[in-house]
């Protein structure tokens, strides 16, 4: 679940708990729905933010080294880049 789609739980609980006139829907408590939306939008949230961060930025390594061209006796700087 992305941070966009707790987001949208959230909203969606606020407005079934909170918004709605109780006994709108019947047999159903909409009121126990939307904090069950709630809790289970603020807890995706929380996933996605550590998981967010947890993987950090990744950062690009590059290695520049002379070569000779064994046909010409040219030197040559190549360079090797690779993520970290």
């Not at 550590?50 to 002379?66: H, I, T």
């Not at 006796?73 to 970290?84: A, M, Q, Y």
């Amino acid at each position: 679940m992305g941070i966009g789609a707790s987001i949208f739980l959230i909203a969606v609980g606020a407005i079934l708990a909170f918004a709605i006139t109780p006994g709108l829907i019947p047999y159903v408590d909409q009121t126990l729905v939307g904090y069950i939306l709630i809790g289970v939008g603020v807890l995706g949230l929380i996933i996605s933010l550590v998981m967010m961060l947890s993987s950090g930025p990744r950062r690009r390594v590059s290695e520049a080294r002379q070569v000779v061209d064994p046909d010409t006796g040219e030197r040559i700087t190549r360079r090797d880049t690779r993520e970290v």
